[in-house]
């Protein structure tokens, strides 16, 4: 696994406490002492799989190379940050490694994500005879598969799918992201789109938004944004109309986020700033991307968990035309608690229900079940063994069938 | 003259307006381009003087003192930065040299501001035969000639005095500071503190406000800062009861302060981050302060006066027993165009608004009208010669006699 942030937290509490499916473990970020921290924490909760840890900057396919050289993975688990996906699965090809990710591609200098340049890798992941799977974290990753499964037992045809993500959890701070803020703010700060009648429709960034009702949370006003899964669904399910990505956001979140972006804080180009050495050997030009420079002083996402409160629900609602030939409504989601989400890894609801799938997915590959060469995303998978598996990790799911979708 | 931000390009563009005054003039800054521009402006806009330029670090006193002894100048005009007052008064002590403010010494690490600092230097230059005036700007400056004039002409007892300073001007921004947003900042968002009844009593930030009228604006929300002036006119006239400073901010301005403050980019501490350097040879790690960051990603000041419209109005507010034994009101003020000081100087109007003041002390001084050995706050000297120059300098003032003062 590579990364040592929350989500990798949390897989590697998971991955611990699945040793039976998973004997050899190594975790490796570029910070080693971050790696040695979660273990410690495993072991401290009682679990007591045996860890390795390594230091490699996931920039550097070299370095990469002699890591896995070196342990000889057969699945990397890439929870680092998006823009080191192509150097990994350059990595994993050139190691014969398979390969796991929960976000797809985002080039550094621009806030813009699709899944082109990974698919891309298609012929070379099958001609390798390696599996690589995309986007296995909630969402995408379990929206997919919760698709994946309707698609399979509830409908002959998606006709409109609206996926929904609500977090009504509080951690009292005044502003912080849930997970990377400048990921966050990349991707909340981009323009809108959606699927419709065969094409994408581009909306102004937030244009768009409705009160939608969550359940055992209520009424919270949600905003339509673009999110990758639905560039690979619309293309899996074809019957489908209209595919859109809602997630909700507060007034004091949305505030935040207009005055970052107007003191140019939001900024993802360079500027070059002369700075006094930490050393104290006097000063240097530098050059400081602002969006990373804030990342540096708002709250670490991973020590937002102490006090969290609340919930998040995310799922989605589907309607189309039922087995029978009737058109149905269907609603299938999960809940999970922040504060439970705490008290098993230590990290807030977020960070959680991405890095459950993530463990779930490699524990899919390595059982066999989710196993064919080539790059793929998680609905072309068999669904059951996973869904299965959601309810038995911590993040069990709901379903309401023929209930009003508000959409 | 040093600086050469945009109250130092006022002071210049006057200076070179009164070249019967000043025969010799040197702009020296950290940046000799800067001043290099500022000098092409002034010719450009037709004005003849012969302006010097050099390079120097005002943080730096052999480097300052290197400069005063080949220059020698008679008076030096700080335009620096608050930070660097010690510097130059150090330098112009060991090279003979009087010295001229527009704002007090501030520590560069506690966002504090207050005159014991500079007080301190009384014995060096009342000792050294030199004469230092301190706060010759608008606010301080203009108001505390305006307190001065009232006490010398139409009051036996000042009792109450209110400096109100309204910006009602609109710079078409989503967010910008009118002066050095470092400073703005600092200044905002210290505790308030005004003088009543022989103390200081202090408030939480912008804690008090309300809405005052100015004249030719209207009502604007008016919020009670700390400000140096008070400090030393509450000591040079003791009969006041109640000395306080308000300032206009918008609901905008306010909530960008907030987020700004939320977010941690206020921070006056040393962050330690790690940065690609601006030649490509690799990373370093550099301390960065927040809040100076984020005046690198904010709109420049001096860049504000293209389109900005409508106009400030700073004044004093004075309840009292006048000449005649009787309790008299009188309001003092200057209200001054963006647009008007941007066509004359190329400034905005809080820019303009400081550096006339900063070029009629000046003169007061070369010619020989305010020339005294020791350290002084500018209500120590004759009002009346510089209350004749603000209406020839462009900075006109108007009285209201026994008006209703709202406070």
């Given at each position: 696994m590579i990364g040592a942030g929350g989500v990798a937290t949390v897989a590697a509490f998971k991955i611990a406490q699945n040793a039976d499916v998973f004997t050899e473990f190594m975790i490796a970020s570029r910070r080693k002492a971050k790696c040695d921290k979660i273990v410690e924490d495993i072991h401290k909760a009682g679990l007591k799989l045996d860890i390795k840890t390594a230091q490699v900057d996931a920039d550097d396919v070299e370095q990469l190379k002699a890591l896995f050289n070196d342990?000889?993975?057969?699945?990397v688990i890439n929870l680092a940050l998006p823009y080191q996906d192509l150097t990994i699965m350059d990595a994993c090809l050139a190691c014969g490694c398979n390969y796991l990710d929960t976000a797809n591609y985002e080039p550094k200098d621009e806030a813009h994500f699709e899944y082109s340049w990974q698919w891309a890798y298609r012929d070379r992941f099958r001609e390798a005879g390696l599996t690589a799977i995309l986007g296995?974290?909630?969402?995408?990753?379990v929206t997919s598969i919760y698709t994946a499964y309707a698609a399979k037992h509830h409908f002959k045809e998606i006709q409109y799918l609206d996926i929904v993500d609500c977090n009504?959890?509080?951690?009292?701070?005044?502003f912080a992201t849930n997970f990377n803020p400048e990921i966050n703010i990349r991707e909340i700060t981009q323009k809108g789109l959606y699927w419709e009648n065969g094409q994408w429709v581009e909306t102004e960034p937030l244009e768009i938004h409705k009160d939608l009702n969550y359940p055992n949370i209520g009424p919270r006003d949600s905003y339509l944004l673009h999110h990758e899964e639905i560039e690979s669904l619309v293309i899996n399910y074809p019957t489908i109309k209209r595919a859109r990505f809602w997630m909700t956001f507060g007034q004091q979140y949305l505030k935040h986020l207009e005055v970052i972006q107007n003191i140019g804080m939001s900024r993802i180009d360079e500027v070059e700033y002369e700075a006094p050495l930490a050393d104290g050997t006097g000063t240097a030009k530098v050059k400081i991307v602002p969006l990373q420079f804030l990342k540096a002083v708002l709250?670490?996402?991973?020590?937002?968990?102490?006090n969290y409160e609340g919930e998040t629900s995310i799922g989605c609602r589907i309607r189309g035309i039922g087995n029978d030939g009737k058109e149905h409504t269907y609603y299938i989601y999960n809940n999970c608690s922040h504060r439970a989400a705490y008290e098993e890894t230590g990290m807030q609801g977020v960070s959680y229900t991405t890095g459950v799938p993530a463990m779930i997915g490699a524990m899919m590959f390595c059982k066999g079940?989710?196993?064919?060469p080539g790059v793929f995303n998680?609905?072309?998978?068999?669904?059951d063994p996973f869904m299965e598996q959601l309810n038995k990790q911590g993040l069990p799911w709901h379903e309401i069938h023929d209930g009003d979708l508000e959409l």
């Open positions: 342990f000889k993975p057969e699945l296995c974290g909630f969402d995408p990753g009504a959890g509080d951690h009292h701070k005044a709250p670490n996402p991973q020590d937002l968990g102490e079940l989710w196993k064919k998680v609905e072309e998978f068999d669904p």
